[in-house]
């Protein structure tokens, strides 16, 4: 895992990146401290990229991804930061060289069998139920099961939106082009079950689905730019979701948009795991803040029971009263939620933005180096694996200095490297 801030005011922005990395294996994941997340998207534009989550797209790391692209990119520049993110998608899918076609379908077959995984998943749930009902299960109620699972699956997914880039014949070509791999992952995951001609098919069906709607797993990676296009005096950010390239095409989904001074002077953006941050922003850890809300609605459904025995209601009476503290505990939730949502914007995050909108441009790097400190040091002193970690790199990013290193780690020693820094391979 990560974490990873962005902050902007009207003069800059300042980026804070971990150098952790995961890496999982059957026994047990190993962490290293030496990752490189944060990187200068273009020698003659301030403008600059960060990653988090999945360290690779489709077999390729991130850092060749940047960089290949860096160098592509040349003197090139954009009018926006938005841009600048959409030509890095697009070199993403246009280089077949980047990402072979045997990266693309290794990557296809791995995630169609992790899809596959939970469909066998819900499907034996679904026939535990059964057999704890009957005592039993028939070949015609187990194939009538396994019909349903597929069934309400491709329900799901047909449901979802079709992703930007991918038109509606994009899943006919990935099952033709992709057919062995999608094969090969059914019948690993399915090897208990026979199965149907129509049932491989319909299988096929939701893999393609899978990889061309708006559904992503928990290992996505996440790509953040952010500086100044061309045509802007302010700082700009935009994200993206990313799951991999298939057939030269991205799978992403776009999330953030954010200029300064189109919404407000000044904002912080954290990247993956940012309770930390939430919590030092607005006051309250986001898991607490969710323990009392569903402990304020465990109190008031109670509340009728607790009351009754006091009240000596009958049956009718204790009915009309459950129902009318039900409707009134609805208003009294969203009037609690507001409140505490209030207090949290005006107690701690307005008079934290207010700061950050006249801080220099050395403070806004400091804030964001601790930040990321802060959600490391709570790794450190708990239980809890320590996913965050090692040396933070620190940029801060102006429309006239342009991309400056604050802190950079490096896996030599630049004393030895004169020649790394007088070709400018790296800044």
Excluded at 68 to 83: D, I, K, M, N, S
Aim: proline share 4%; charged share 25%; hydrophobic share 40%.
């Amino acid at each position: 895992m990560t974490s990873e801030i962005a902050i902007m005011n009207a003069q800059a922005v300042a980026l804070a990146a971990d150098s952790a990395v995961t890496v999982r294996q059957l026994t047990a994941p190993k962490i290293y401290n030496t990752a490189n997340k944060l990187f200068c998207l273009s020698k003659h534009a301030p403008v600059a990229a960060m990653v988090y989550g999945q360290a690779q797209l489709t077999g390729v790391p991130w850092e060749t991804v940047i960089k290949a692209f860096r160098r592509q990119l040349g003197t090139t520049t954009y009018a926006t930061v938005r841009q600048y993110g959409e030509a890095l998608i697009s070199y993403m899918g246009a280089d077949s060289l980047l990402i072979p076609r045997h990266l693309q379908e290794f990557a296809i077959g791995e995630s169609s069998a992790g899809y596959c995984h939970s469909l066998v998943q819900d499907f034996e749930k679904s026939v535990e139920a059964h057999i704890e009902a009957h005592g039993s299960i028939s070949q015609t109620e187990l194939r009538r099961l396994l019909r349903k699972t597929l069934q309400d699956r491709q329900s799901d997914l047909e449901g979802l939106a079709q992703l930007p880039g991918l038109d509606e014949t994009f899943g006919d070509s990935l099952v033709r082009e992709f057919r062995v791999a999608l094969d090969d992952a059914i019948a690993l995951t399915f090897e208990k079950y026979p199965l149907t001609a129509a049932d491989k098919s319909k299988l096929r069906r939701l893999l393609a689905l899978v990889h061309s709607r708006d559904i992503f797993p928990d290992e996505f990676s996440g790509l953040v730019v952010a500086g100044f296009g061309e045509e802007e005096f302010f700082p700009a950010l935009c994200s993206y979701r990313i799951h991999g390239v298939w057939l030269n095409m991205v799978k992403r989904k776009a999330e953030h948009d954010w200029c300064i001074g189109r919404d407000s002077s000044a904002c912080i953006f954290p990247f993956a795991q940012s309770e930390m941050v939430r919590s030092f922003m607005e006051g309250i850890h986001p898991e607490y803040r969710d323990v009392l809300d569903q402990a304020l609605i465990g109190f008031l459904d109670g509340l009728a029971a607790a009351i009754r025995p006091a009240l000596g209601l009958s049956d009718t009476d204790y009915d009309s009263l459950e129902s009318n503290l039900k409707s009134a505990a609805a208003e009294v939730r969203s009037k609690f939620g507001d409140r505490l949502e209030e207090y949290s914007q005006d107690s701690h995050v307005s008079p934290i933005t207010s700061v950050v909108s006249i801080l220099p441009k050395d403070e806004l790097a400091a804030m964001a180096e601790a930040l990321v400190n802060l959600t490391s040091f709570k790794r450190r002193v708990t239980m809890d694996p320590e996913t965050v970690g090692g040396p933070i790199d620190v940029a801060v990013i102006s429309k006239g200095d342009g991309f400056i290193w604050i802190k950079r780690k490096h896996y030599f020693r630049p004393e030895l490297n004169p020649q790394f820094f007088a070709t400018m391979q790296e800044r």
